[in-house]
């Protein structure tokens, strides 16, 4: 049973609110002892959506058995003696009320907005017009991605040279010169870091290209590596003396 223990001052109930054509509708919403009815039926009206006038409320306590009516408009919400826990249901009367049909609830039974590709096509800024522009340029990229793809920008790079990697200057040995398919389509330069400045060991997707230590390896596009009189850097050489 709901306690009937009030707080001094404490004016207001907790209550579980539900409504005859929403079946999935179920609030708690707390009501003030000293509104009327008619107020009472307002906040409710904004909740759900049934009209004041087609609104009939009926309280029931907390095991289930009805209170009472709730239908004078002029008397507070309190002359009916509700606790926190009682159940407040709403009785929609209104067979042409917004929450009748089952609508609000089954997304199923909204008609949905439907346009034929005539009228789409027409229209500008839609996905499809952005595909349009965006293809001719996919097109181009994917016939420079084939397995020759900058081949000839390893033509003066091999295995066991000094380079350095762009972005950043990073500097290492080169390990690895060829296709590698789990990567992508073309060519592809492995590089051993000087310094722990890569994302694995040589390892990459389950493929073993080269060893090297743990996060040193890296995989590069030949066209980020340059071959040539790369010594390893002195770590102290920028400390001033």
């Known amino acids: 049973m709901a306690s009937k223990l009030q707080l001094p001052g404490d004016d207001s109930v907790l209550l579980r609110v539900t409504h005859s054509n929403l079946k999935t509708f179920s609030a708690d919403i707390r009501f003030s002892l000293e509104s009327t009815v008619e107020a009472v039926k307002d906040k409710l009206w904004k909740k759900c959506g049934t009209a004041v006038a087609s609104m009939r409320l009926e309280l029931y306590d907390d095991t289930g058995a009805k209170v009472s009516d709730v239908n004078d408009y ?10 926190d826990g009682y159940r407040l249901h709403i009785i929609d009367l209104d067979p042409s009320s917004v929450t009748s049909g089952g609508w609000l609830e089954d997304t199923s039974l909204v008609e949905k907005y439907k346009i034929s590709d005539e009228a789409y096509d027409k229209l500008d800024g839609t996905y499809r017009k952005f595909k349009e522009k965006l293809g001719p ?21 091999k295995v066991g040279d000094r380079c350095q990697v762009e972005p950043g200057e990073k500097r290492g040995v ?8 789990a990567l992508g389509p073309g060519f592809w330069v492995g590089i051993q870091y000087d310094e722990p400045l890569g ?6 997707k389950g ?3 080269f060893e ?12 980020k590596v340059k071959v040539g009189d790369y010594p390893e850097r002195d770590p102290f050489e920028d400390e001033e003396i």
């Open 74 to 83: 002029t008397r507070p919400f309190g002359f009916y003696s509700p606790l």
């Open 137 to 157: 340029r996919s097109n181009a990229q994917g016939s420079k991605m084939g397995d020759d793809y900058m081949e000839e920008f390893c033509a003066n790079i």
């Open 174 to 181: 080169v390990k690895f010169v060829g296709r590698a398919e």
């Open 199 to 204: 994302k694995h060991d040589g390892l990459v």
């Open 207 to 209: 493929t073993r290209f």
């Open 212 to 223: 090297c230590p743990p996060l040193h390896g890296a995989m590069v596009r030949p066209d």
